[in-house]
């Protein structure tokens, strides 16, 4: 199903033509980008050529952000599981292990708490089961204007569908923050996840406090909890890349004992 290098291409998902990036062979491991972000930024947290000796690499590219379309212009994350959903049906794989970042992390939560079964284990990086309003007044800030020519020349490099397509996801956290119905995951909702799934979160973060990690951690049954000091929000690059990246491949392969040296 995929090659020792990357290859990407586009499937029709949906309403959309969502581009994935595939590599290597074995278990089919999904990784899901954060908001704003992209599929190819997780070659700056793993070695993907590493990564791809020992998994099938799966990497889309969600809804409106990369080289995925939108065309109906709305977006909710609901619908981003509902599109990997789609797009690992057109793969053929029936379960995976994933990674989510924030956005990401989201949408996990939803691929494994509509299809339990499918979702072996996965690692929630930044989740949050619902918005906190500290969350909620940062993202009513959130807008395309006054931007810099610096933002602009980043969100280009990661975007490639034009500048409308970047002006909407500058303006899509206000939707958010205005909905109560995309990310409400109740305690009784989380504990029907099945997957062994890891928690990571820093304890400075912005967005989404520890409180809200712990919170998450008491109510998924197979949980883990790994709290990054004077981490910020999706703390896992810079000092916290290689620490990471092993900690959460040892944890998806089952691994106790290569996961107490880690953490020693």
Known sequence: ????????????????????????????LVLLHGFTGGSRDWAHVFDLAELGCGHTVIAPDLRGHGRSTNPAGSLTIRQCASDVFALLDHLG???????????????????ATQQPDRVASMVLVAPAPYFP??????MRLASDEGRS?????????????GDAQIRAL????RRF????DDMSFT?????????RTMIVNGDRD?????????????????????????????????????????????FLRDDPGELHMIRA
């Not at 794989?93 to 691929?111: D, N, Q």
């Not at 923050?177 to 109560?180: E, G, I, L, Y």
Request: glycine share 8%; charged share 20%.
């Open 1 to 28: 199903m995929a090659t020792a290098t990357a290859t990407g291409r586009t499937a029709p998902v949906n309403d959309i033509e969502m581009y994935y990036e595939l590599r290597g062979e074995g278990p089919p």
């Open 93 to 111: 794989v029936k379960t995976f292990r994933a990674i989510g970042l924030s956005f990401g992390a989201k949408c996990l939560l939803h691929l």
């Open 133 to 138: 309003e500290q969350a909620r007044a940062i």
């Open 149 to 161: 020519e610096e933002e602009w020349r980043d969100m280009r490099s990661r975007h490639e569908l």
């Open 170 to 173: 500058w303006n899509q956290p």
């Open 177 to 180: 923050a205005a909905s109560h």
């Open 187 to 195: 305690p009784p909702h989380l504990s029907t996840i099945t997957a």
């Open 206 to 250: 912005p967005f989404y406090p520890a409180e809200l990690a712990l919170e998450m951690y008491r109510a998924i049954p197979r949980s883990c909890l790994w709290i990054l000091p004077n981490g910020g929000h999706g703390p896992i690059f810079g000092e916290w890349k290689e620490p990471f990246a092993r900690a959460a491949l040892a």
